[in-house]
């Protein structure tokens, strides 16, 4: 039985779960915390497995991921929630879709893929190799993240926000770094896209090199009831860099009634 993962928790009303990415934590999404809170929702921001106070899983796959945010929805005692998933929180959101749809109402996708990487394994081994290469060489993940960060934003971002995703990554033990980029590279779920059922929103970043606009353009026309929006100025870090009009895409979405979400 896993341990169900920490996680910070603002307001009251339906549910709105957020999955963070790979650097980052419950931290990432305060901005939204706080917005949804004020907008009469209940915002919960989890530490996936290795993250903050929660418990590692063994091994780190998708499929542990998603089984540790089931046992936090059930957790949570509401009948379903909205899943907000960045990066390789998106990832984890696409599959907690595909094990139990019946949880989810509603989904929005962040600087997310339904798929990383070639099939081959040598764009994932080099893909590793650059991101763990300033841990091998001895550099703590803050300095990694004071470097790494600024590479993932784009032209319009918010110093705020630029900070404070430096400082969640920052906060990353190197091991679940590590642990969370072996298992990134194995994500596939490309054949599951027309089996979304609900809702959602896909949201890209103009410069986002992680997440191009082109391959997200391509998941949302998948996907048979999304709506796909591209924040322009922005880079993979969307709602920490542009936290206002992610906040107001957001709500936005929320407010739709069923009858006009295709």
Avoid at 41 to 57: E, F, K, L, Q
Avoid at 67 to 91: F, Y
Avoid at 115 to 126: I, M, T
Wanted: proline share 8%; aromatic share 6%; with cysteine.
């Amino acid at each position: 039985m896993t341990a169900v993962p920490t996680f910070t928790t603002l307001g009251g009303g339906p549910t709105v779960l957020m999955l963070h990415g790979i650097g980052g934590g419950h931290l990432a999404f305060a901005p939204q915390v706080e917005t949804l809170a004020g907008a009469g929702y209940r915002a919960v921001a989890w530490d996936a497995p290795g993250y903050g106070h929660s418990a590692p899983i063994e091994p780190y796959t998708f499929k542990g991921l998603a089984q540790s945010c089931v046992r936090l929805i059930e957790s949570l005692q509401c009948e379903k929630v909205v899943l907000v998933g960045h990066s390789m929180g998106g990832m984890v959101a696409q599959e907690v879709v595909a094990r139990r749809p019946e949880l989810v109402s509603r989904l929005v996708l962040s600087g997310t893929s339904p798929a990383f990487g070639k099939p081959d394994g040598d764009w994932q081994r080099e893909f590793i190799a650059s991101r763990t290469a300033p841990l091998d060489a001895g550099r703590s993940m803050a300095e990694l993240a004071e470097t790494l960060v600024p590479q993932l934003v784009g032209p319009g971002s918010l110093p705020e926000g630029v900070r404070l995703a430096t400082h969640c990554m920052g906060l990353v033990p190197a091991a679940t770094y590590r642990r969370a980029l072996e298992c990134i590279v194995t994500f596939d779920r490309r054949n599951m896209l027309d089996q979304i059922g609900v809702p959602t929103l896909v949201i890209a970043g103009e410069h986002d090199r992680n997440a191009p606009p082109a391959v997200m353009k391509k998941m949302a026309a998948a996907i048979p009831r999304s709506t796909y929006i591209e924040m322009k100025g922005i880079g993979h870090l969307q709602n920490l860099e542009a936290p206002e009009d992610f906040d107001g895409l957001l709500l936005n979405f929320l407010a739709l009634p069923e009858a006009l979400l295709h």
